[in-house]
């Protein structure tokens, strides 16, 4: 009987060069995409996935549920890892492990597989949670082991097996996207002293291109929760962070470029976009700073904002 494995697949490189690893050692592989809004089609995913060797590809549309319960305690928190990382993979984490669990249930697999290297956070938050939330499932992390020393040698497995994927040589760049923003690693990001190419960024336009008339916004909180952008009352959360990414995205908005200290003890270059988490979380200070006293204020900021962020990033969403 094949061991079954439920794999978290975002139909890049790394997690569709995965698919036919596990095939080859004997697994069977069913694929989980989650939709956390990172704008992608994903018509075509089940289709790459079980090119790659998967006998089922499950796509999940979970963005209201990602922008209720995890953007908006993250946005009320006021949580910027080192004062400016908007914790943008670090908050999707959590939530896709919870839903690699549920399927593994439903599924009866007692495998679930992710496609975090070793130097990375990822690996850590999507084991916390998964072993939070069920300690008896195994989390298999087959790019710790493998065999590939580089993204260039898994592109050239990938085209000697017809994996197809989207990233090249040319274009090296790792893209981690979801409603809350965008994370770009690898490639020429790599050199501290290289300002990051225009070409890496997805969302935000560069202050040169962006419109020389400023444009004014207006957001209408309810109880903690916007509810209105520009007067346009919306009824999916979801939809009002997505347009306001839009808004902000093309004024140049929400960039960050840090040294980041990662939770594995090493320091490294992170490039963010997140022009809709940056305003958001800033725009509740400002409500905050309004009607919150002295105390109570001080309070936030001191003791809550950053042990917040520290644990949200640690991968301990559900400690």
């Known amino acids: 009987m094949k061991k079954r494995v439920i794999l978290a697949y975002s139909g890049g490189l790394d997690t569709s060069v995965?698919?036919?690893w596990l095939t080859d050692r004997g697994f069977e592989v069913i694929t989980y995409t989650a939709d956390v809004g990172q704008g992608e089609e994903l018509s075509e995913i089940e289709e790459k996935a079980k090119r790659a060797g998967a006998v089922k590809a499950i796509i999940d549309d979970i963005k209201e549920e990602f922008?209720?319960?995890?953007?908006?305690?993250l946005m009320r928190a006021g949580a910027l890892y080192e004062g400016k990382y908007?914790?943008?993979?670090?908050?999707?984490?959590?939530?896709?492990?919870?839903?690699?669990?549920?399927?593994?249930?439903?599924?009866?697999?007692?495998?679930?597989?992710?496609?975090?290297?070793?130097?990375?956070?990822?690996?850590?938050?999507?084991?916390?949670?998964?072993?939070?939330?069920?300690?008896?499932?195994?989390?298999?992390?087959?790019?710790?082991?493998?065999?590939?020393?580089?993204r260039e040698e898994e592109i050239d497995y990938a085209l000697k097996h017809n994996i197809?994927?989207?990233?090249?040589?040319?274009?090296?760049?790792?893209?981690?996207?979801?409603?809350?923003?965008?994370?770009?690693?690898?490639?020429p990001l790599e050199d501290p002293w290289t300002e990051p190419p225009e070409d890496a960024f997805e969302i935000t336009v560069s202050p040169e291109k962006a419109p020389d008339t400023p444009?004014?916004?207006?957001?209408?909180?309810?109880?903690?929760?916007?509810?209105?952008?520009?007067?346009?009352?919306?009824?999916?959360?979801?939809?009002?962070?997505?347009?306001?990414?839009e808004v902000a995205g093309k004024h140049g908005v929400g960039r960050v470029d840090m040294i980041e200290n990662?939770?594995?003890?090493?320091?490294?270059?992170?490039?963010?976009?997140?022009?809709?988490?940056?305003?958001?979380i800033s725009a509740y200070d400002e409500i905050e700073s309004i009607?919150?006293?002295?105390?109570?204020?001080?309070?936030?900021?001191?003791?809550?904002?950053?042990?917040?962020?520290?644990?949200?990033?640690?991968?301990?969403?559900?400690?």
Request: charged share 30%.
């Open 18 to 20: 995965i698919v036919r």
């Open 67 to 73: 922008a209720r319960d995890y953007c908006m305690p």
């Open 86 to 150: 908007p914790l943008i993979s670090s908050l999707s984490r959590p939530l896709i492990a919870k839903k690699l669990v549920e399927v593994a249930h439903k599924e009866n697999a007692h495998y679930v597989a992710h496609g975090s290297t070793g130097k990375g956070n990822d690996q850590v938050r999507f084991e916390a949670s998964v072993w939070a939330l069920d300690p008896d499932i195994e989390v298999l992390a087959p790019v710790r082991e493998w065999e590939f020393k580089s």
């Open 164 to 187: 197809p994927v989207k990233a090249t040589k040319e274009k090296p760049y790792s893209y981690d996207r979801n409603l809350w923003g965008v994370a770009i690693e690898a490639g």
């Open 215 to 245: 444009e004014y916004i207006e957001i209408e909180f309810k109880e903690g929760t916007p509810v209105k952008l520009n007067g346009k009352e919306y009824d999916q959360l979801w939809r009002l962070i997505w347009d306001l990414n």
């Open 262 to 280: 990662r939770l594995v003890g090493i320091k490294t270059r992170e490039v963010y976009e997140s022009p809709a988490g940056l305003i958001l």
């Open 291 to 319: 009607v919150l006293d002295r105390f109570t204020y001080h309070y936030k900021k001191d003791h809550v904002s950053h042990p917040y962020a520290e644990l949200v990033y640690e991968g301990l969403w559900f400690s």
